[in-house]
């Protein structure tokens, strides 16, 4: 397969949020260019992650049972997930030291302030999509 094919190739987004309004509003604004795998909690996530190998992951911070600083500290421990950029969706305030210094620590790559712009999205996605292809 040529650069060409390849670039034809649709991108696999991988979104994990407990809220279902925020997976379908999500599915709906992407799933047109990407292929959008939605699941609901932390656990799930993970469990995808392993048998999909999206090419980006966009993780909620405040869930359930499991929270994603853990899932993203838990993708990042994985040989098979390590490399999978996460992009931290939330309605958390990045400016507070706390969720600042958590995010650097687990590894995300970028963060997106909830409510979000649909072009802040999309952009954030092809921003970060394009530097892991540089990268590979």
């Given at each position: 397969?040529?650069?060409r094919?390849?670039?034809?190739?649709?991108?696999t987004?991988?979104?994990?949020?407990?809220?279902q309004?925020?997976?379908?509003?999500?599915?709906?604004?992407?799933?047109?260019?990407?292929?959008v795998?939605?699941?609901?909690?932390?656990?799930?996530?993970?469990?995808?992650?392993?048998?999909?190998?999206?090419d980006?992951?966009?993780?909620d911070i405040?869930?359930?049972?499991?929270?994603?600083?853990?899932?993203?500290?838990?993708?990042?421990?994985?040989?098979?997930?390590?490399n999978?950029?996460?992009?931290?969706?939330?309605?958390?305030?990045?400016?507070?030291?706390?969720?600042?210094?958590k995010?650097?620590?687990?590894?995300?790559v970028?963060?997106?302030?909830?409510?979000?712009?649909?072009?802040?999205?999309?952009?954030?996605?092809?921003?970060?999509?394009?530097r892991?292809n540089?990268?590979?």
């Amino acid at each position: 397969m040529d650069n060409r094919d390849k670039s034809l190739i649709k991108k696999t987004i991988l979104v994990i949020d407990d809220i279902q309004a925020n997976l379908e509003t999500t599915n709906a604004i992407l799933g047109r260019d990407y292929n959008v795998i939605t699941t609901n909690n932390g656990i799930d996530g993970l469990q995808l992650s392993q048998s999909i190998i999206p090419d980006l992951i966009l993780l909620d911070i405040m869930m359930p049972d499991m929270d994603g600083y853990e899932v993203c500290e838990k993708l990042k421990i994985n040989s098979n997930t390590k490399n999978i950029p996460v992009i931290f969706i939330s309605s958390l305030d990045l400016e507070e030291e706390n969720t600042k210094i958590k995010k650097l620590k687990c590894g995300t790559v970028d963060f997106i302030h909830k409510p979000f712009e649909i072009s802040t999205l999309r952009n954030t996605i092809i921003r970060t999509l394009n530097r892991k292809n540089q990268l590979n």
